[in-house]
């Protein structure tokens, strides 16, 4: 019964940015415990935590990432955000947003429970 979606992906240059989103159907602004983040995957490569953030806000990136994506939440739309500027070819992979309930909120794909279906983007040189 718990769906997330995402939308926001595409195909950009380098250097330019997207905005991904994420609308789920839990009520994130009530949950005492809730994480919520945001993986990738790359051709031949593992899933990779992103970023990640918490019931109160508190954020992680993984560092590949830090300094050029941000995380945020809108509680009243239930729905996540990952801003993801001066991208690089590096980035391109499927994006997923992923909700768990775990006490730890890092950026372990086994803390998470539910998962979006995932939307690509592609970064050109």
């Known amino acids: 019964q718990v769906q997330l979606v995402e939308s926001g992906g595409g195909s950009v240059q380098t250097g330019g940015s997207l905005r991904l989103s994420c609308v789920t159907s839990?009520?994130?602004?009530?949950?005492?415990?809730?994480?919520m983040g945001w993986f990738r995957q790359a051709p031949g490569k593992e899933r990779e935590g992103v970023a990640a953030?918490?019931?109160?806000?508190?954020?992680s990136f993984a560092d590949s990432v830090k300094g050029r994506f941000a995380i945020s939440k809108d509680n009243a739309k239930n729905t996540l955000y990952l801003e993801m500027n001066s991208l690089r070819p590096e980035d391109t992979g499927i994006y997923y947003c992923?909700?768990?309930?775990?006490?730890?909120?890092?950026?372990?794909?086994?803390?998470?429970?539910?998962w979006g279906q995932g939307s690509q983007v592609t970064v050109s040189s």
């Open positions: 992923a909700a768990g309930f775990a006490s730890r909120c890092d950026r372990s794909p086994g803390d998470f429970a539910y």
């Open positions: 839990i009520y994130i602004y009530t949950l005492r415990t809730i994480c």
């Open positions: 953030i918490d019931r109160a806000g508190l954020t």
